[in-house]
């Protein structure tokens, strides 16, 4: 579903996003406005199974990254509110 060959850009979105929603430089509201994630998502088919392999890969990545305990149950519980609210099709 990502853009082929640019998942830099891709990625650099998502970091200036969480960075941003959890205190530090607005960078990715300077850069792309409001965030209205949901209708950013619309061209994207996120159905349950996208969210499911979409929260997979980040909790691999938090165990990766092992941040303190309470940052992480945090950013788990974020994800998987707003994931939810994510989807725009049925599964
Ligand atoms: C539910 C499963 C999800 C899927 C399948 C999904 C997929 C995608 C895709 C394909 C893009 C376009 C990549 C790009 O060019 O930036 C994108 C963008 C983005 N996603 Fe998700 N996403 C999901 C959940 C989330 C969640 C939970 C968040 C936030 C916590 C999030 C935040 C973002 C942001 C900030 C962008 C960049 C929007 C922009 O400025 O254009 N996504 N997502």
Do not use: C
């Not at 060959?5 to 891709?10: Q, T």
């Not at 300077?30 to 949901?38: A, D, F, I, K, S």
């Not at 349950?48 to 945090?74: F, G, I, T, Y």
């Amino acid at each position: 579903m990502y853009p082929a060959g640019d998942l830099a850009a891709a990625e650099q979105r998502l970091r200036d996003f969480l960075i941003g929603r959890f205190g530090g430089p607005q960078r990715y509201i300077e850069q792309r406005g409001h965030p209205r994630l949901r209708m950013r998502h619309m061209p994207f088919a996120v159905d349950a199974a996208a969210r499911e392999r979409w929260l997979h890969l980040m909790a691999n990545a938090l165990d990766e990254v092992k941040l303190p305990a309470d940052a992480d149950a945090l950013l788990r519980e974020f994800f998987d509110g707003v994931s939810a609210m994510l989807i725009n099709r049925p599964g």
